[in-house]
């Protein structure tokens, strides 16, 4: 079992940064992949980065990168997502998971979910 627990996400001005923030406990953290996604109102869940257990390889979705950095630190138990130059586009709900298989991009490859983080750009 692997508990993952978001923290982080609030309002920000269209232009501003923010740093999403999971932490989590159960399996021994570096040992598993780790991604974020979201899901705003009414569409499906996207995929948005993912870091491999060590942090040496990571993943982007073409819609954030070199906006987005995915990173964690194994000391901690934490990943974390730094986002910047946010658009109202990227209001959503932001979800880190852990893939304790594989190292990828589909969310039905993600075994434990966080309960998300809301992330409000006004337009």
């Known amino acids: 079992q692997v508990q993952l627990v978001e923290s982080g996400g609030g309002l920000v001005q269209a232009g501003g940064s923010l740093r999403l923030s999971c932490t989590a406990s159960g399996r021994t953290f570096n040992s598993y992949a780790m991604g974020w996604f979201r899901q705003a109102p009414g569409k499906e869940r996207e995929f948005l980065a993912a870091?491999?257990?060590?942090?040496?390889?990571?993943l982007y979705a073409d819609s954030v990168k070199g906006r987005f950095t995915i990173s964690r630190d194994n000391a901690k138990n934490t990943v974390y997502l730094q986002m910047s130059s946010l658009k109202a586009e990227d209001t959503a709900v932001y979800y880190c998971?852990?893939?304790?298989?594989?190292?990828?991009?589909?969310?039905?490859?993600?075994?434990?979910w966080g309960q998300g983080t809301q992330v409000t750009v006004p337009s």
């Open positions: 998971a852990a893939d304790l298989r594989r190292f990828g991009v589909r969310s039905n490859g993600y075994d434990y």
């Open positions: 870091i491999s257990s060590s942090g040496g390889s990571t």
